[in-house]
């Protein structure tokens, strides 16, 4: 095939589209509004190619409802929780993603929030802009020291890695909990302490960040019975997938001084936040933005790029998602 039929549903930097117009029959989303169902369905049937985000709810039914051209849905990120993989599979759909280029942005992302929900960045930036700062004290703006601390992470891929090494740097005991364990060099060389058992891990950390991909096993591990494991004084950083965190069991722990506070970057039902969360002045929020950075968009297009170009030379993409492993 020499210029498949690709449809882009976001408007992604224009490196990437560019190159994407020069290779292929290309129909990109110039106003970048998200294609609703009717557009998506409607994409489906014509193009070979379907480029997504994560903005996109490729279920099942689209995917049934195919046109019999599409072979490839190559997704712009990592994240593939957004497609009925098992359909597509039923489909022989071919399945990729765009995994490692979006690694350190998310892990300096989640440091970020690391450092600052304890420290309490948002509420003192959020003093000064209000006017209402009297002038220093020494009781003001008391946060929590982060060095000592130990930082329990849950899914210990790479992006939980990088994180485990930034966290290091800043005298954070690493504690990990993955379905694997990791080799013994790599784990000595994190300074890491694997828990088979999550419940386990939650009883002696002091801060606690998800790194696991939202799947079958992971959707809603961290609950209300979960929840009540973590000792008064803990941080929840969230910079994964909202579907990870029983929303409301959080805010209710919050709310009643169960946990510390929370920095979270992605939710239950994007863009929609929970009031009751907007109303915590101990949870830091931002908008799903731990990739956000143009170098990540662009190299993420590439390996789009890579992956559309190596299907339609007729060999594997080299980012193939298998059932299972996302
Ligand atoms: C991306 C993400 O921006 O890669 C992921 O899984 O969650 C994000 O950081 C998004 O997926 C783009 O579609």
Same mark, same amino acid.
């Given at each position: 095939?020499?210029? =498949?039929?690709?449809?882009?549903?976001?408007?992604? =930097?224009?490196?990437?589209?560019?190159?994407?117009?020069?290779?292929?029959?290309?129909? $990109?989303? &110039?106003?970048?509004?998200?294609?609703?169902? %009717?557009?998506?369905?409607?994409?489906?049937?014509? *193009?070979?190619?379907?480029?997504?985000?994560?903005?996109?709810?490729?279920?099942?039914?689209?995917?049934?409802?195919?046109?019999?051209?599409?072979?490839?849905?190559?997704?712009?990120?990592?994240?593939?929780?957004?497609?009925?993989?098992?359909?597509?599979? *039923?489909?022989?759909?071919?399945?990729?993603?765009?995994?490692?280029?979006?690694?350190?942005?998310?892990?300096?992302?989640?440091?970020? $929030?690391? !450092?600052?929900?304890?420290? &309490?960045?948002?509420?003192?930036?959020? !003093?000064?802009?209000?006017?209402?700062?009297?002038?220093?004290?020494?009781?003001?703006?008391?946060?929590?020291?982060?060095?000592?601390?130990?930082?329990?992470?849950?899914?210990?891929?790479?992006?939980?890695?990088?994180?485990?090494?930034?966290?290091?740097?800043?005298?954070?005991?690493?504690?990990?909990?993955?379905?694997?364990?990791? #080799?013994?060099?790599?784990?000595?060389?994190?300074?890491?302490?694997?828990? =088979?058992?999550?419940?386990?891990?939650?009883?002696?950390?002091?801060?606690?960040? $998800?790194?696991?991909? &939202?799947?079958?096993?992971?959707?809603?591990?961290?609950?209300?019975?979960?929840? %009540?494991?973590?000792?008064?004084?803990?941080?929840?950083?969230?910079?994964?997938?909202?579907?990870?965190?029983?929303?409301?069991?959080?805010?209710?722990?919050?709310?009643?001084?169960?946990?510390?506070? *929370?920095?979270?970057?992605?939710?239950?039902?994007?863009?929609?936040?929970? #009031?009751?969360?907007?109303?915590?002045?101990?949870?830091?929020?931002?908008?799903?933005?731990?990739? *956000?950075?143009?170098?990540?968009?662009?190299?993420?297009?590439?390996?789009?790029?890579?992956?559309?170009?190596?299907?339609?030379?007729?060999? &594997?993409?080299?980012?193939?998602?298998?059932?299972?492993?996302?």
């Amino acid at each position: 095939m020499t210029r =498949p039929r690709v449809i882009v549903t976001r408007e992604l =930097p224009d490196p990437v589209m560019d190159r994407m117009e020069a290779l292929f029959d290309t129909k $990109l989303n &110039r106003d970048d509004a998200p294609m609703d169902r %009717a557009a998506l369905a409607a994409a489906m049937a014509e *193009a070979d190619v379907l480029v997504p985000a994560v903005t996109d709810d490729i279920d099942g039914a689209l995917i049934a409802g195919a046109g019999d051209r599409l072979k490839l849905i190559a997704n712009f990120g990592a994240g593939v929780n957004h497609i009925d993989l098992a359909a597509a599979r *039923a489909r022989r759909i071919v399945v990729t993603n765009t995994p490692g280029v979006l690694t350190e942005d998310t892990a300096d992302l989640t440091l970020a $929030l690391i !450092l600052a929900v304890p420290r &309490r960045l948002a509420e003192g930036e959020k !003093l000064v802009r209000s006017g209402g700062w009297t002038g220093w004290s020494p009781g003001g703006m008391l946060g929590h020291r982060i060095g000592g601390k130990a930082l329990g992470i849950v899914g210990m891929g790479r992006i939980g890695q990088a994180v485990a090494r930034r966290a290091a740097a800043f005298g954070l005991a690493i504690h990990y909990h993955n379905r694997h364990r990791l #080799p013994a060099p790599l784990e000595a060389e994190l300074g890491a302490r694997w828990h =088979p058992d999550l419940d386990a891990m939650l009883g002696v950390i002091d801060i606690l960040t $998800l790194h696991t991909p &939202r799947n079958a096993d992971s959707e809603g591990m961290i609950d209300a019975r979960r929840i %009540a494991l973590l000792r008064p004084h803990v941080y929840l950083i969230n910079a994964s997938r909202g579907g990870i965190v029983d929303e409301d069991a959080l805010t209710a722990a919050l709310e009643a001084g169960r946990l510390a506070g *929370a920095g979270l970057d992605v939710w239950r039902h994007e863009p929609a936040i929970d #009031p009751r969360l907007l109303a915590l002045p101990n949870v830091m929020m931002t908008p799903h933005m731990g990739s *956000a950075t143009m170098e990540g968009r662009i190299a993420s297009g590439e390996r789009v790029i890579a992956n559309i170009r190596a299907w339609a030379d007729g060999l &594997r993409p080299p980012d193939q998602v298998l059932e299972g492993w996302a």
